[in-house]
Each structure stands twice: as C-alpha cells, then as structure tokens.
Antibody
Framework: EVQLVESGGGLVQPGRSMKLSCAAS????????MAWVCQAPKKGLEWVAT????????YYRDSVKGRFTISRDNAKSTLYLQMDSLRSEDTATYYC?????????WGQGTLVTVSS | DIQLTQSPSTLPASLGERVTISCRAS??????LNWYQQKPDGTVKRLIY???TLESGVPSRFSGSGSGTDYSLSISSLESEDFAMYYC????????FGGGTKLELK
C-alpha cells in the first residue's frame, strides 16, 4: 500500500525558515517523480514544486521560486521542501504527492502557519 | 498560464441523483485533465486521469469526459460518501487546479 507521511509543519515567524519532510513507503520511491501541493485555509489546491525521480530536475510555481527548494533522498525514501523567507501568504496545509500521471497518491498533509 | 473554471462552485443534490461538474480551460489542454475528491478531513484522492480513465478501485458511477477546453465529471447515482469537494487539474503546462465544487446534501 502506498503511504506518504508528511511532517515538519507548525508555527513559524515571517522571514524565517522551515523544512518539511515526506516519508514514502509501499512503492519503489526512486522510480517516481514527486511533488508538493498546498492548500491555504478555506482555499483551493495549488501546485508548489516537482522533482524528477533522480533529483536532476526541479520545477516551481512562480511565487516560491528562489525561496523554496524541493529535494529528495532516495536512499531514505524521503521527499523534502525547504522553505525560506516565509510569508504570511505561505500559510497552508502542504501535501506531498506521487507524481505519476500527475498526483496519483497524496499524503495527509502538514499545516504550516506563518505568523508573528 | 492556463486557468481552469469549475462550475458550479456549490452543488446541492440528493441521494441517488445524477450530477455533473464542469471544468473549462482557458485554452486547449488536449485531454490532460484529472479529477480529485477531497473529504472534510483533508484526504485527497484521484478519481480520474487523462480525462476519462477511472482510477483503480473508484466506483463505476464516476465517469469523466471532454475534449479541447471543456471537461466534465459525472456521478450517476449519488451515495452518501460522495458528498465532498471536487477539483479538476490540468497538466498540459505546469499543473493548475480548478477552484473546486462542493457537492452537498440537499
């Protein structure tokens, strides 16, 4: 069974950093592209970033380019999202997703609240 | 950027009813469209990919269709577990979601 478990969310002050993790199991992690998708409170879903199966290619939405970094450790079957220079508008639940045929499987999400 | 417009934003319906949710793209997306269901606890599940291919394990009462810029998700006979949020997603360019449709019990 495919399982994706996010962690690392919480309350953080504007301008600070936070790193999210997503532990994957139930499939061969290094065979799949992976992605992060976010959802602001009471709002819709937004794609954040994608990383290729081997980590060689990364893609970001414009609003996070230069601030967020997606990475992976295939030996640990873990996906990461390093978030720097956080803004109040980054407040959201962040989901990791397996990216076959685009977002085939999702985790439960981890809430990030950016507030002073 | 390709924009997706979902309608209606809220859909009141009854058990056993057939419903249809529409998703219109700002330009042709060549069938690069998926549908997702989100439950109130936040759980997200892909229902349909590539416009009309049903995800394994998804009940056959769900179906998808469309082409060009116009796509739809239909549920043939609503069951209680179907009341949820539904989102379309295009991946012809970098992924974008529709605004969502809340399917609620009438």
């Amino acid at each position: 069974e495919v399982q994706l478990v996010e962690s690392g969310g919480g309350l953080v002050q504007p301008g600070r950093s936070m790193k999210l993790s997503c532990a994957a199991s139930g499939f061969t992690f290094n065979n799949y592209d992976m992605a992060w998708v976010c959802q602001a409170p009471k709002k819709g879903l937004e794609w954040v970033a994608t990383i290729s199966y081997d980590g060689s290619s990364t893609y970001y939405r414009d609003s996070v380019k230069g601030r967020f970094t997606i990475s992976r450790d295939n030996a640990k079957s873990t996906l990461y999202l390093q978030m720097d220079s956080l803004r109040s508008e980054d407040t959201a639940t962040y989901y990791c997703a397996r990216d076959d045929k685009v977002f085939a499987y999702w985790g439960q999400g981890t809430l990030v609240t950016v507030s002073s | 950027d390709i924009q997706l417009t979902q309608s209606p934003s809220t859909l009141p319906a009854s058990l056993g009813e057939r419903v249809t949710i529409s998703c219109r793209a700002s330009q042709s997306i060549s069938n690069s469209l998926n549908w997702y269901q989100q439950k109130p606890d936040g759980t997200v599940k892909r229902l349909i990919y590539s416009t009309s291919t049903l995800e394994s394990g998804v009940p056959s009462r769900f179906s998808g269709s469309g082409s060009g810029t116009d796509y739809s998700l239909s549920i043939s006979s609503l069951e209680s577990e179907d009341f949820a949020m539904y989102y379309c997603l295009q991946y012809a360019t970098y992924p974008t979601f529709g605004g969502g449709t809340k399917l609620e019990l009438k």
